[in-house]
């Protein structure tokens, strides 16, 4: 086999290296246009997974590795003049420049050649010549933008300019610090990569770049400004460059890996921001993963493919962090009122890779003292502490979410609701949502939909708030009003989301006359006679929740449904008062608040849903959903509930664990209400740590109560606590424990010889 690699970055050589070791019978040649001891940045960091798997597959260089490898534990916030020192996260990093040397040598000794200085020729003729061309030629691929129809790149630009320096002098922990300017806030990422030097990346926002003037200086003024900016932590000492330039981070994603005989390999094929890790261990780890499918695949197609099925999830996975983070620092400015350890904690989980559990695990001490500060009693983990909204006092920060259960006959529920509403009250959640409860008959979504605007629905809910009461005490259980606009007249979830029904449909109505998909019935525009309607219709079934025992009521202004239909510029194109500019379209939603907030009593909360983004161009957007919440707020919510789309059928939501949870971080920080975060919460772990970070306030799951109706409950026996926060029902106390299992671990051996 006769492989050419177009790049001579660690990524591209270490593919070389592996790839020659186990078939020292391959050609290979790497072309790389610069000089070989040219590089971009000084140091890298790599993991111990990543070098757990380099010492299987090459000891040689892992031995290099390691005679050069500086290692640390601790990492170090400095924010307004207090340092947090956080232990046992375990770094190990050295010099780019000699990790190529090492990596030079490797490939030299195994007989890969290495043309420097020279441009690869052009992809297609090395795909003529070669079987097999690694495309390892960094972000700025020129084969990936060869073949870009195949590739399907997508390069996003992010907001902050960064640029990498040194000091020679190593930092004594991986540093952040945060510096408040006259021009807006900067921050330092330093760790040490040498006994005697450190790799030190300034960034800030763009606007704050140019403010401060960064982007009308010469490189060595920009060095010089940096180290005067950030003196106490160099302690004095300059700053150096190597032809580093300020620049803009690119996350780059490629619909495909491969094409014919080329592959895509590390910056080329991914990229992840840097204050997540290192580039050079996800090019290292996909070279690691090439080699290894070359070796147990048949055929070359059978190999580039299972390599791509291999790597996707785990590059998917970094990426989502890495956008965590890079998000986090665009938006630190939100959070430089935080004490200063939930700064800490708020900064070391960002990325919601470390969570509470796992930082406890590794620092126990600093984890204690942020729960002392956040105000949590002694063993009781955040979760469980109270939290009040008006006159309703939380015994615990769970939210059961709003679920459409679609099993109600004539609006009215039943036996199914009060098991369903019923079970989760008794397992342990500080507050229970009903599902959307619909003001009118044509307000529903499906013919399955429970409503609120008859007599014998609200005698029904009666029941059930009841029981909750009765049976639950100290469980609050709150309704959710809404209407179904254009998302109307549609067939049971199960039959076929957001589909017509075959017949017996009713009428839709909605902000603009405009069908929510193909094939959907469209909706006619409503007029103000019907608005004055449909207001009155939020208020009777309000008047009807208050008498049936509701704690909490929930406005529902999202997912495209009625009012939410309002808000968004997608589906609003009124030219009336109801639309156009951002507060004309938010006039019928605060409209129909007030008129809610007027008949629910004074003493409980109301709360509102939305949509923080649409998910799609052109519509709502998370700066928008600012002041949306922000005048809910000053309408008197309570309470943001914080969901994402499903406004537009075309959306392109970014899924991932806890996806949704920065939209309410950001209307926390940004407005001062308080949020219920929501979407794909999936552990206590990440309870814990949203609420401990200040991120939220409260979080609504919902599949995991699907999954566990006493979700809570399990959560308190699995932390070991047994304090105010969490109840078990006198009937269930004999399962607070966890249930013993058989024996699932084997006697180690008791000798081990070696050969």
Known sequence: MRVAIIGGGPGGLYAAALLKRLDPARDITVWERNA???????????????????????????????????????????????????????FAALGRRRLLEILHDRCRSLGVELDFRTEAPHPDTLCAEYDLVIAADGVNSTTRATHADVFEPQVTTHRCRYIWLAADFPFDAFRFEIAETEHGVMQLHGY?????????????????????????????????????????????????????????????????????????????????????????KLAVEDALALAACLREQPTLETALAAYEEERKPVVASTQRAARASLEWFENLRLHLDQPPRQFAFNLLTRSRRVTHDNLRLRDAHFTEAVEREFGCPPGTPPMFTPF????????????????????????????????????????????????????????????????????????????????????????????????????????????????????????????????????????????????????????????????????????????????????????????????????G???????????????????????????????AEGGTTAEDAVEIARAFAAHGADAIDVSTGQVVAGERPEFGRSYQTPFADRIRNSVSVPVIAVGAISSWDDVNSLILAGRTDLCALGRPHLYD??????????????????????????????PQTGRTDAPKPRLSLGD
């Not at 060095?223 to 000492?237: T, V």
């Open 388 to 583: 009040r909204l008006r006159g309703l006092t939380l015994r615990n920060r769970v939210v059961v979410s709003p679920m459409d259960m679609y099993s109600a006959t004539d609006g009215v529920p039943g036996d199914f609701h009060l098991v369903h509403l019923g079970a989760r009250a008794l397992g342990g959640a500080g507050l229970v949502m009903t599902e959307m409860v619909c003001v009118s008959e044509e307000g529903r979504i499906t013919p399955g939909c429970a409503g609120l605007y008859t007599g014998r629905q609200a005698e029904a809910w009666r029941r059930i708030t009841d029981f909750v009461h009765g049976q639950a005490p100290g469980t609050a259980i709150g309704v959710q009003l809404g209407h179904s606009g254009r998302k109307g007249s549609t067939k049971l979830m199960w039959e076929g989301m957001d589909e017509p029904l075959p017949r017996g449909n009713w009428p839709l109505v909605a902000a603009s006359p405009l069908p929510y998909k193909a094939g959907s019935q469209t909706p006619r525009q409503l007029s103000r006679a019907q608005l004055t309607d449909i207001r009155e219709q939020f208020t009777a079934a309000a008047w009807r929740a208050a008498r049936a025992g509701f704690d909490l009521l929930e406005l529902h202004c999202a997912h495209g449904y009625l009012l939410s239909g309002f808000l968004s510029p997608l589906t609003n194109r009124r030219t009336d008062a109801y639309g156009g500019s951002p507060e």
């Open 709 to 738: 109706p006493h979700w809570t409950l399990h959560a308190a026996a699995e932390q070991g606590y047994e304090g105010p926060g969490v109840a078990w029902p006198a009937p269930y106390r004999a399962g607070s424990q966890r």
């Open 585 to 615: 379209r938010l006039r019928f939603p605060l409209e129909v608040f007030d008129a809610v907030r007027a008949v629910w009593p004074a003493e409980r909360p109301m709360t509102v849903r939305i949509s923080a983004t649409d998910w």
């Open 36 to 90: 070989p001891d040219e590089t971009f940045g000084f140091g890298v960091v790599l993991s111990d997974e990543t070098l757990g798997g380099i010492e299987h597959a090459d000891p040689v260089v892992y031995e290099a590795l390691q005679r050069d490898f500086v290692r640390w534990d601790d990492i170090d916030i400095v924010h307004r003049g207090v340092t947090h020192r956080s232990g046992g996260h375990g």
């Open 192 to 280: 040490p990569y040498a006994a005697d030097a450190s790799t030190v990346i300034v960034e800030m926002r763009e606007e704050v770049w140019k403010a401060a003037g960064f982007d009308d200086v010469t490189p060595q003024e920009s060095i010089d400004r940096c180290a005067k900016i950030f003196a106490e932590a160099l302690r004095g000492r300059p700053l150096r460059s190597n032809n580093s330039a300020w620049t803009t981070f690119r996350t780059v994603v490629n619909g495909r890996w491969s094409n014919g005989n080329v592959v895509l390999l590390g910056d080329a094929a991914h990229t992840a921001h840097f204050s997540i890790g290192s580039g050079t």
